[in-house]
């Protein structure tokens, strides 16, 4: 699967780092999380909108929130109901 990914930010949370993506596929946008702990990494993905604008203040809402994998699908529904 092929896609496109713009950085929008990093956040430190405790002792691991997320990075945050606006990801495009087709005409559909969304958030990548990417987690890194040592060496282990967990990414995680939402497609929510074909509205860019919309995912990209989305994303740095998310992003300025330090919103991590384990609670992003509940952010993301939250956002677009």
């Known amino acids: 699967m092929i896609y496109e990914k713009r950085l929008v930010g990093e956040q430190t949370v405790t ?3 997320v990075v945050y993506y606006l990801i495009k596929k087709d005409n559909f946008f969304g958030i ?6 040592n060496t282990d990494i967990m990414c995680e993905q939402h497609y929510f909108t ?3 604008c919309f995912a990209e203040e989305a994303c740095k809402l998310i992003c300025d929130g330090a919103v991590t994998c384990i609670t992003i699908a509940d952010i993301v529904c939250d956002l677009v109901a």
């Open 32 to 37: 990548e999380l990417q987690e890194t702990h």
């Open 15 to 17: 002792d691991y780092k």
């Open 50 to 52: 074909e509205d860019e």
